[in-house]
């Protein structure tokens, strides 16, 4: 089963930016396409966006403009990009491979 690994969260302030990681124990057919999911305080998880195997990347409305999900290739680690962050993208930001049902144990971010 694959294991993935989110990092980079933390606590910034409004408009400021942070860069997500996720990495995956093993980069298989699993990984070819990767998501990224949040959840906020009192809310239910939520989809942010994906990126394909070819590299076409879709959003959440509310992310457009300010997210933005990227990688080398298929066998390397996927990245969120957030700029322009809210105090409403405070969550627990998480990476999946929904295709495989695999998900990583969440990473913190925290807007004030």
């Known amino acids: 089963q694959v294991q993935l690994v989110e990092s980079g969260g933390g606590s910034v302030q409004a408009g400021g930016s942070l860069r997500l990681s996720c990495a995956a124990s093993?980069?298989?057919?699993?990984?070819?396409?990767m998501s990224w999911y949040r959840q906020g305080p009192g809310k239910e998880r939520e989809f942010v966006g994906r990126?394909?195997?070819?590299?076409?990347?879709r959003y959440a409305d509310f992310v457009k403009g300010r997210f933005t999900i990227s990688r080398d290739n298929t066998k390397n680690p996927v990245f969120l990009q957030m700029n322009s962050l809210k105090p409403e993208d405070t969550a627990m930001y998480y990476c999946a491979s929904i295709r495989c049902g695999n998900w990583g144990q969440g990473t913190q971010v925290t807007v004030s």
């Open positions: 990126i394909e195997r070819i590299g076409t990347t």
């Open positions: 093993e980069y298989t057919y699993c990984t070819d396409e």
